[in-house]
């Protein structure tokens, strides 16, 4: 459906199914029935500018083994996008009643409200409350907004699933019969900003993705120099080797060649698959460890499609919903 | 990092404050006087923070005697020392919990000359009680680089805390910020964390747990807890590695330092390590459950260092 926005006079296309909408020329987010401001509208202010992001990607990227000597001179930025993504938060309550004693599992949910995610993002990130300020227009030089794109009941559903499937397991242990209560509270829509940086680096396309906030490196690939792909194809073939001649040797000395071979190779194929991996690409993807894995761009559709088949499946078990 | 939202000045000196919208108290960078800017009613206790030339100075002190820095000590250059004082809840939760499950022993019995190995379930139902130490970050999503060793470290330094009301404000220099989880939220998240502990704990005990049951009662909780910590980010070749620090003694938290080429050889020999200790183990055990069992951990040792063979950075912990 077609709208046009209070502020700015934008006009802008939402889903049919929701109710609240974001202009994604000048940030301002209003319930579509009414028209009237969303109250519990917050975002972050950048904090780190396109090009502190882009002096954080490379600092990152020059320490990963393999990369060009040269990458930080020839590397050229092409193209930056700041996306706010629309994000809500959801503080979740589980109690359940047994023998005396209460079972509890409490837990801040934070997920983006988005049927296709524009970059790609970690999937167990927390987006930082640091620096959340309720939402001012003026307050925003660029940046392009996305509007919520799924029902706030929904993801209200899948917040309220995923602490059920850790409080389910507690109360399935203590009591299998106890009625399980799920508390509710949504902290609000907050649209948190995440830049996608492209660049060049001799003819390959390269894409960068920084969080806005904290600096924070979420993906970057880099390419892998030609002497770094051999080298580490020479390291892989060193260590079958190696493990297949320690296996043939201990076999020998133990009268049981074909064990000894077997033990000796089977850990170096597994020693062997990181640097092999390496060696495979040219172009290599540094990924944030801390958050879990990085979410695809259709990842969030999927977790909230999962989410809401678990809710399907609880809601034989004792599941009020409050 | 902060950055200056609105502006706010010195209310003795005029000079402009860097501040979040989450900031309790601005330290003025001029003249050192502290700004409230927003009211607080409950009781805060602050542990007083060491200096930024002091953390610059231990950081300095750290590369001209650590092992792997001290020969690439002048190539490292300082790119920031920044921090903050970052609010926790301290609790104490007495924690019963009740639990069945089954153990699955492995015994070896005589049968005639031979002597095997046999596997058996056995119901195991047992009590624990614990009084633990919890501690609640007050923020939401601030796990960044090192807090649980922030924590861990003041839970075995204990150092004194000051009233926020009584501190010497020309010590503090780093920027205050605010709570975002209220004091019932963050009771709820400290009982919830002491039963995930006793869970564990049951868990660990058998093999598979059939039930549990726990009680947890908060006997104390601290006023909310402002612990100064300090992180410094240096380059060495162009990239980034970050060392973090606790503010009150300088103790170095957690460190990402680089790879050297002797490192990669060190992992190069581990992962062929792996291979000598499955290799060694096969050929020399009786049993399938030995055999296999060093396989996995030759085959998991070989598969770690292999990973750290082509790693960017490797981290160091404080002792």
Known sequence: ?322 | MVTAIKEYRCKRCGAPLKITPETIVAICGYCGYPNWISHVEEQILIIPSLSRDEVKFSFKKRISEDFDLRKIKDKIKIVTVDGAYIPFYFYTVRAEAYYEGWRVETVAVKRGKRTILETRRKMVRDRICSTLKISILARRGAEDFSIKELTDYYRYANPETVDIMQIDWSKVKLPILKTEIPVDEADILARDKAMNIMREKAKSKVSELTKFICRAKILERSPLTLLPYWYVIYSYRGAQYRAAYAGWDRHLLTAQEPIMPYHRILYFIGSVAGCLISSLGMVFSHHISTLLLSLIIGGGISFYFGDRLVSDVRIERGV
């Open chain 1, 1 to 322: 459906m077609k709208l046009k926005c209070s502020h700015c006079g934008g006009e802008f296309e939402v889903p049919e199914d929701v109710n609240i909408a974001t202009c994604p020329y000048c940030g301002t987010t209003f319930e579509i029935s009414t028209g009237k401001l969303e109250s519990k509208h917050y975002f972050y202010p950048m904090i780190y500018d396109s090009n502190e992001a882009y002096e954080t990607l490379k600092a990152i990227l020059i320490r990963q083994f393999g990369i060009p000597s040269d990458f930080k001179e020839k590397v050229s930025l092409i193209s930056r996008h700041l996306h706010y993504l629309p994000i809500y938060i959801f503080y979740v309550e589980g109690k359940a009643e047994c023998e005396g004693t209460e079972i509890l599992e409490a837990e801040y949910v934070a997920i983006p409200s988005m049927r296709i995610l524009p970059i790609p993002i970690p999937a167990e990130y927390r987006f930082p409350i640091k620096g959340r300020v309720y939402f001012k227009p003026q307050m925003l030089k660029y940046g392009k907004f996305y509007s919520p794109q799924l029902k706030i009941e929904h993801l209200e559903k899948y917040a309220k699933a995923r602490v059920y499937r850790r409080i389910s397991g507690e109360v399935e242990l203590a009591c299998p019969k106890a009625e399980v209560t799920l508390n509710c509270k949504c902290e609000g829509l907050t649209h948190y900003p995440i830049w996608e940086l492209q660049y060049v680096y001799a003819g390959f396309k390269l894409r960068g993705v920084v969080d806005a906030v904290s600096g924070e490196v979420f993906s970057a690939q880099y390419p892998m120099s030609t002497f770094h792909r051999g080298m580490a194809i020479g390291m892989s073939l060193s260590i079958l080797a190696s493990g297949m001649a320690i296996g043939w040797m201990i076999g020998q000395i133990s009268s049981h060649p074909l064990i000894g071979i077997i033990g000796g190779i089977i850990p170096a194929v597994a020693g062997a698959l990181h640097p092999l991996r390496k060696s495979a690409y040219k172009i290599q993807e540094y990924r944030s460890q801390t958050h879990g894995e990085l979410m695809d761009e259709s990842g969030t559709e999927n977790v909230i499609k999962e989410g809401l088949k678990i809710v399907s499946l609880i809601s034989n078990f004792n599941f009020k919903l409050q």
